[in-house]
């Protein structure tokens, strides 16, 4: 009689035959599966199975694959398996949804640390740096020609990407410069007066802000602002085809799209630098009155002291190229974005942790030169 | 036999902004038949499929699906909804971060308790059908884009639904790629009871699978019936469509 058949299946077995009855669809066909496979690992099984479909009404395509699955499962432990008596409407089915026989390759989620790391670094020498710096010398080639073409740039471009680079990044870049003046000023104000020395937190302050902090703090917001934007912009026309359509029409996307953002940058960074400076000195000025009884008179005095013109320049000069880093940096993740919406996700990341990286390391050769 | 009703749509009105984009639309579309909106581009299609589908919210009692109107939905009810229907959008819409085999699993994965193995052979029968085997493991963004519609319809027909959204599943694919598409749709509703409702401006297309054409023109229906019934409507729009389509 039948054997191992749980209450109220939709299944049986006896002896050699698999009875399936009524329907088998998504929602049931799991526990067949299970069952059936369970009985190839026990002792008794057959060496030969009818899956019997009389009584079968109906089914969908996961029904009809779970029936094939068992037949292929059965047939690779040496199980020879027909499938029997089916009503015509299932063997249409059985027609319409009949297996594949394609081999997927599963992902290989193994990964060996030392062979990826290699490659990784391989692949880093050989291509990244490579592109990375025709890059460079594209865009400087273009940023110098397009100065006295006007050609391949939308008018009023360039000042379009003043205002998204520069002038919006003044509400907060004054914010954080006046707190960061502050509070360095706050730090060093008990050491100072430990030594007597409180009138030198005006040189420490107006140095630290103009040859180092204003124009440092000013690129690693504006890489956070512009250079991810940048990554993104150029990475979503990348996917969405709009440099190759810019392509076709004759138009260089590099110039198009990239030098207006140069242009624009380098004639805003060295201000939002000094504004930055002037704020975070003011910043230092407000702790020092608080805390050491400086006044902002004896302050500004003692500040035309230590302001050198070299610090001014340095400022003006490190801002440019920081600029033109964050610029270069944004295009280059930008353009090497591979696949869809995610690819943009990542270039945008990686554009942010690169610019600001490149930014640390460019003022600290920059600091060497200047010193 | 009188016709099971799966859809009912009542005196549809859609507009962005001031502009009216549908104007009182009413159609039924019955059991095991598949029927076809056909219309000039910004005539409004999509936007009648959106709004069948809750991407927008009709006006209420507007539309009936099940016998339910969508406005009148749990949440819950809606996922169930959305579990029973499925949907082939306009522009593919597969996930880019996925595979294609991964795409198609995706519904299984979240709505069943299928062994992987079993999704597996669901997802390679199914892209079998459609003839796009090797895509299993290629991402999107490496398919052509009339491999792209075919995965998408694999995607679309993987839970079996009993009611099938497509917004031009054929546009861009050649003749023969065509025909076997139609074929599988047709495989589709005769041996799975499958309602269908198709965009589509191939006219070969409309003539092989149509059971009824409702015609759209600047968000009305301007014809309503079989195939037949249209190319000799006597309404311009509508011949003129046909006619030209067939290159006459
Ligand atoms: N999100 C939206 N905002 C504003 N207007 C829209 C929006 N979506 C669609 N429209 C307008 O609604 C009208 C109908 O658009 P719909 O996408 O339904 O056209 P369609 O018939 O599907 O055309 P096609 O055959 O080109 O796909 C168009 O005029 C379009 O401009
Ligand atoms: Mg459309």
């Known amino acids: 009689m039948e054997e191992n058949s749980p209450k109220n299946s939709n299944f049986s077995f006896n002896q050699n035959v698999l009875f399936i009855k009524d329907r088998l669809e998504i929602d049931n066909a799991a526990k067949l599966v299970r069952e059936a496979l369970k009985r190839l690992s026990s002792k008794n099984r057959p060496n030969h199975l009818i899956i019997d479909l009389s009584q079968l009404k109906d089914a969908d395509s996961a029904g009809i694959t779970s029936i094939f699955y068992l037949k292929k499962e059965y047939e690779k432990c040496n199980i020879t398996t027909e499938i029997k008596y089916a009503s015509k409407k299932i063997s249409e089915k059985l027609e319409l949804f009949k297996p594949s026989n394609y081999q997927h390759i599963e992902k290989n989620k193994t990964f060996n640390l030392f062979y990826l790391f290699g490659e990784k670094a391989y692949k880093f020498l050989s291509e990244e740096i490579v592109s990375f710096f025709l890059l460079i010398a594209n865009i400087s080639f273009w940023s110098f020609t397009d100065l006295f073409k006007k050609k391949q740039r939308r008018k009023g471009e360039t000042v379009n990407q003043a205002v998204a680079i520069g002038v919006n990044a003044v509400p907060i870049i004054v914010a954080l410069s006046f707190i960061i003046g502050l509070v360095l000023a706050l730090q060093s104000a008990s050491q100072l007066r430990n030594f007597g020395a409180d009138i030198f937190i005006v040189d420490l302050v107006v140095i630290a802000m103009m040859a180092e902090m204003g124009p440092l703090i000013t690129a690693i917001l504006v890489a956070g602002r512009s250079g991810s934007a940048i990554a993104a912009e150029i990475a979503t026309m990348k996917v969405t085809s709009e440099t190759d359509a810019l392509k076709t029409m004759g138009i260089n996307p590099l110039r198009f799209v990239v030098i207006p953002k140069v242009y624009g940058g380098v004639m805003t960074m060295p201000f939002l630098a000094m504004i930055a400076n002037v704020c975070g000195i003011a910043g230092g000025a407000v702790a020092a009155w608080a805390y050491l009884d400086i006044t902002p008179a004896m302050f500004i005095t003692r500040m035309s002291e230590s302001i050198y013109q070299k610090d001014i320049l340095t400022g003006v000069i490190k801002s440019i190229v920081f600029i033109i880093t964050i610029v270069i940096t944004g295009t280059y993740f930008g353009l090497r974005v591979k696949e869809g919406a995610r690819g943009v996700g990542i270039a945008t990341t990686q554009s942010v942790v690169a610019a600001i990286s490149l930014v640390i390391i460019a003022d600290s050769i920059l600091g060497l030169i200047f010193y | ?248």
């Not at chain 2, 939905?73 to 949907?87: A, M, N, P």
């Open chain 2, 1 to 248: 036999m009188v016709q099971e009703k799966i859809i009912e749509v009542n005196n549809l009105t859609a507009s962005f902004g001031n502009k009216e984009v549908l104007k009182g639309v009413s159609f039924s579309a019955y059991k095991k038949e598949i029927t076809v909106i056909i219309g000039g581009s910004g005539s409004g299609k999509s936007t009648i499929l959106n709004n069948l589908l809750r991407l927008y919210e009709p006006p209420a009692n507007c539309v009936k699906i099940f016998n339910r109107d969508v406005t009148t939905l749990t949440e819950e009810e809606l996922t169930r909804f959305y579990i029973k229907t499925g949907v082939f959008f306009q522009n593919g819409a597969l996930l880019n971060s996925l595979t294609t085999g991964e795409n198609i699993a995706l519904n299984l994965e979240q709505h069943s308790n299928l062994p992987s193995a079993i999704i597996n052979d669901i997802v390679k029968m199914k892209l079998k059908l459609v003839n796009l085997e090797d895509a299993f493991n290629l991402y999107p963004s490496q398919l052509s884009g009339g491999m792209l519609k075919r995965a998408a319809l694999a995607r679309a027909v993987i839970m079996d639904p009993p009611l099938l959204f497509c917004d031009e599943p054929g546009a861009g694919l050649d003749p023969v790629s065509l025909a076997n598409l139609d074929q599988l749709i047709i495989d589709l509703r005769n041996k799975m009871n499958m309602t269908i409702v198709m965009i589509t401006h191939e006219v070969s297309s409309i003539m092989r699978i149509a059971d009824k054409i409702i015609f759209l023109d600047k968000g009305e229906i301007i014809f309503e019936g079989s195939p037949n019934d249209a190319v000799k409507s006597n309404i311009k729009a509508v011949e003129d469509f046909f006619g030209k389509g067939r290159g006459m």
